[in-house]
């Protein structure tokens, strides 16, 4: 059964710094990683998409890696700001293609302090 | 903006009642899932539908079911709500069951 761990559970840093999310997961037969963000008492809003065949993914200030044999995935936040604040979530596809659904981590709960 | 909607937002129900949770997928995408998040939890895999065929399922018991509609509308329905079915419900829609999932703003249930 696919686990998905994610440190730390939470981090708390001065705006402007440079900071990395890690997600692990145990069974590296994947199809693809996606990280999401989630604002308190809301949906989930996908940041990066990265296929089992790719080794990372960048969106402006956004850059995920994933290292399937290792089983690892990081998310790096350049020069973070207060709107970064949020719950960060990782989640895999299994090797069957999504019929299994998404498995998430718990959480990275992240907050940019002004 | 995912294009995903649900409603209600939030909805209070008693224990033993039967609830029903609708969600609008994005125009053209056939696969439809449903998660459970629990407070400071991860989301939970519940069940996908791809086509209005439930294609996966996590596990939930059998009282959780679901329909899907050809107009890119779904259904999650639960019986015998229990206190511990309290939680967020999201529905996420992709193009297919590989694809990148979009999720919708989620109804909190809350049982009582």
């Known amino acids: 059964k696919q686990e998905v761990t994610q440190i730390p559970a939470a981090l708390s840093v001065p705006e402007g710094e440079n900071l990395v999310l890690n997600c692990s997961f145990t069974?590296?037969?994947?199809?693809?990683l996606q990280w999401f963000r989630q604002d308190p008492g809301k949906g989930l809003t996908s940041l990066l998409l990265?296929?089992?065949?790719?080794r990372e993914q960048t969106s402006g200030r956004l850059n995920a890696s994933l290292d399937k044999s290792s089983g690892r995935s990081t998310l790096y936040i350049a020069a973070s700001q207060p709107g970064d604040s949020a719950t960060y979530l990782c989640?895999?596809?299994?090797?069957?293609?999504?019929?299994?659904?998404?498995?998430f981590g718990k959480g990275t709960h992240l907050i940019i302090q002004p | 903006e995912t294009g995903v909607t649900q409603s209600p937002t939030h909805l209070i129900k008693t224990r033993g009642q039967q609830v029903t949770l609708r969600c609008s997928s994005q125009?053209?995408?056939?696969?439809v899932s449903w998660y459970q998040q629990a407070l400071g939890q991860g989301p939970q895999f519940i069940f996908q539908?791809?086509?209005?065929?439930?294609?996966g399922r996590g596990n939930f018991p059998p009282r959780f079911s679901g329909l899907q509609f050809p107009n890119y509308s779904s259904e999650l329905n639960v019986n015998a709500l229990e206190l511990d079915d309290s939680a967020l419900y999201l529905c996420?829609?992709?193009?297919?069951?590989?694809?990148?999932?979009?999720f919708g703003p989620g109804t909190r249930l809350t049982v009582t």
């Open positions: 996420a829609s992709s193009l297919d069951y590989a694809s990148e999932q979009y």
């Open positions: 069974d590296s037969a994947i199809y693809n």
């Open positions: 990265i296929q089992s065949s790719q």
């Open positions: 989640a895999v596809t299994g090797s069957g293609g999504g019929a299994d659904g998404l498995t």
């Open positions: 125009s053209g995408h056939n696969t």
């Open positions: 539908y791809y086509r209005e065929e439930e294609n």
